[in-house]
């Protein structure tokens, strides 16, 4: 029997209408997920929110995190500076479960200007289930990838 995942989300004030909604649905669907802000439509930084939920993932106490800002962007460039976060900007199925399999993403990153609550609630769930293979020829990708980052 597989595990549930333990998810951490966050937005900025652009996001924070989409994040609400996802958040809403992932919890009626059964989901361990915490909102680490903003708290409004009004206010919230995408680098301060990318920061706190990277580091979150990254140290282990969350398995997987998803983020929101207008484009997914500003999210998505701001978390991969953290050590150990390889964050996949997605609006879409397909780029969302290959984020997984290929590369092992550890956040997913969209728009709330360019997904609506039904797509995106489809484009999480493909990442969601989307499983690594460690045996496959991604890892060696994925272990260049790790020694890049351990160059800095």
């Known amino acids: ?40 439509a009004h206010s919230g930084l995408y680098p301060e929110i ?9 140290a282990g106490e969350y398995d997987r995190g998803i983020l929101i800002c207008g484009t997914g962007q500003g999210m998505a460039m701001a978390s991969n500076k953290v050590r150990g976060i390889r964050a996949a900007l997605c609006y879409d199925v397909f780029p969302a479960l ?21 797509h995106f609630e489809r484009v999480l769930e493909a990442w969601l289930f989307g499983k690594f293979d460690p045996n496959s020829r991604h890892q060696q990708r994925l272990a ?9």
């Open 144 to 152: 260049s990838m790790l020694e890049m980052e351990n160059e800095r």
């Open 50 to 58: 990318a920061k706190k939920v990277a580091n979150a993932v990254a």
């Open 98 to 118: 290959m984020s997984r399999e290929h590369n092992n993403a550890n956040i997913l990153a969209t728009g709330s200007w360019l997904v609506t609550a039904d």
């Open 1 to 40: 029997m597989e595990t549930q995942l333990k998810l951490v989300i966050g937005s900025d004030l652009s996001g924070y209408d989409l994040k609400i909604d996802i958040l809403e649905r992932m919890k009626k669907k059964g989901y361990d997920i915490t909102d680490y802000g903003s708290d409004s």
